[in-house]
């Protein structure tokens, strides 16, 4: 790299982004394949796990991530949002990206950004851009583990050509523009799905049978939870949990996770599917010692993590029906006295879907803003949440920070303070704690 940078800090390259990056989603993959082709297709150099899902798609590729680290492949993982720092989307063996690379590889995409004429690309769209060059050129990871940010056929992310395309899961979200039905979402879903590339998914029922269905249509050979590959669960509870995994290639006996739910053992049986495609098709040498440890380490902030006790503080970016009712189910497998909970939203969401589930099992609610420009006005969100569950006592406060300081001082040291809603939110509350602790 050299110092004729286009930018000095990354807050330039912020304030560059609101004046020359069309703000929203707008799904497609033209302005995406003009930059690359300018570039020279960097992402051509690059080998690709490519990870589509409405829920588990970041616990997943964490997981994938770990082992793969675990076992001295040097691994680029591309996410989104992320937690607390900006920086966290892009990462090389779990490092973030430095400011210096960030700045350096935004530097090189802005003029060709600035050369596009009437068609300008999204904030996600030039985060992706950022993250190919930064792998191709300057960390060089061995494997990318790339996570899609909306769907599948239409996402930025979908410009790469993968080793093996994943589908966690298909549920209820971002309807308004993949579609209202199972079967519509899960078509989106299967976009990032290429010919001859194998295909693992966790899917069921009926996004299942849309995956079976293009995966044939792609000649992909295809890697199904409870038909090719299935687990066994031997243990959950609120330090994680462990299963057996039977595959076509390879039994282990014991898998150890240390992130919550049961939703999570699947998530992680994904992985392990996943793992053995690269093992199998591309001669991947990973022994089970290393499978094992990559396992058992995986960190995945804020999915049921806690991060204070006395009262206890859980986070989980619970966004949709799906989530909110594993959340949900989870929960229930925490001790406690009270459960104090509080939520945030974005406007687009199925609110109601999310409260549902969550509502009942609180003994106080609290409903707050979210630092986002589709947050849910508070004062909305707790006549929503009225409507649903009159019986209880549900309070709003603008500010996350405050809420969370005013439920601290009601509860007790055997309360549990339950923050969910968006990762926007838990984003934000991490930031208020100051940490990204495990006690």
């Given at each position: 790299m050299t110092?004729?940078?286009?930018?000095?800090?990354?807050?330039?390259?912020?304030?560059?982004?609101?004046?020359?990056?069309?703000?929203?989603?707008?799904?497609?993959?033209?302005?995406?394949?003009?930059?690359?082709?300018?570039?020279?297709?960097?992402?051509?150099?690059?080998?690709?796990?490519?990870i589509a899902g409405t829920n588990g798609k970041g616990s997943t590729a964490a997981m994938i991530a770990s082992v793969l680290q675990e076992s001295g492949f040097p691994t680029g993982m591309f996410i989104s949002p992320y937690m607390k720092d900006w920086n966290e989307r892009?990462?090389?063996?779990?490092?973030?990206?430095?400011?210096?690379?960030?700045?350096?590889?935004?530097?090189?995409?802005?003029?060709?950004?600035?050369?596009?004429?009437?068609?300008?690309?999204?904030?996600?769209?030039?985060?992706?851009?950022?993250?190919?060059?930064?792998?191709?050129?300057?960390?060089?990871?061995?494997?990318?583990?790339?996570?899609?940010?909306?769907?599948?056929?239409?996402?930025?992310?979908?410009?790469?050509?993968?080793?093996?395309?994943?589908?966690?899961?298909?549920?209820?979200?971002?309807?308004?523009?993949?579609?209202?039905?199972?079967?519509?979402i899960a078509q989106e879903k299967a976009g990032i799905i290429k010919p001859g590339v194998p295909v693992v998914t966790g899917c069921q029922a009926e996004a299942l049978e849309v995956v079976e269905s293009v995966a044939k249509e792609k000649s992909s050979k295809l890697y199904r939870l409870r038909h090719e590959f299935d687990l066994e669960v031997l243990s959950q509870g609120e330090e994680g949990g462990s299963f057996q995994f039977q595959g076509p290639f390879r039994h282990l006996e014991q898998v150890s996770v240390p992130l919550r739910g049961a939703h999570q053992l699947e998530n992680g049986a994904v992985a392990l599917m996943t793992l053995e495609v690269l093992r199998q098709y591309y001669a991947t040498v990973m022994d089970d010692e290393d499978i094992l440890k990559g396992m058992a380490e995986v960190d995945w902030p804020g999915r049921l993590e806690r991060v204070a006790r006395q009262p206890e503080i859980i986070l989980d970016g619970a966004h949709n029906q799906e989530g909110s009712e594993a959340l949900a189910s989870a929960i229930r497998d925490f001790r406690y006295d009270r459960l104090h909970l509080l939520i945030g939203v974005l406007e687009d969401k199925d609110v109601d879907a999310i409260l549902r589930p969550l509502l009942p099992l609180a003994d106080r609610v609290m409903v707050t803003g979210v630092s986002h420009h589709r947050g849910l006005d508070p004062r909305q969100l707790r006549e929503k949440a009225l409507q649903l569950c009159p019986d209880v006592e549900i309070d709003w406060e603008p500010r996350a920070d405050k809420a969370l300081q005013q439920l601290r001082a009601e509860a007790n040291d055997q309360d549990a303070i339950l923050v969910t809603g968006t990762l926007f939110l838990i984003s934000e509350i991490k930031k208020t704690l100051g940490r990204e602790s495990s006690f």
């Open positions: 110092d004729d940078a286009f930018f000095s800090t990354a807050s330039e390259v912020f304030d560059w982004m609101e004046t020359n990056c069309t703000q929203g989603i707008r799904p497609g993959l033209e302005r995406m394949e003009w930059i690359l082709e300018r570039l020279n297709h960097p992402e051509r150099r690059l080998k690709f796990i490519h892009i990462s090389m063996d779990g490092q973030p990206i430095p400011e210096k690379s960030f700045v350096y590889w935004a530097g090189r995409l802005a003029p060709l950004v600035e050369e596009m004429e009437g068609d300008q690309v999204t904030p996600f769209e030039f985060w992706t851009l950022v993250a190919i060059l930064y792998f191709a050129k300057e960390a060089v990871p061995w494997f990318v583990v790339w996570e899609t940010g909306l769907g599948g056929r239409l996402d930025s992310t979908n410009v790469v050509y993968p080793l093996v395309s994943v589908i966690t899961n298909v549920g209820h979200d971002h309807t308004y523009i993949l579609g209202e039905g199972i079967s519509d």
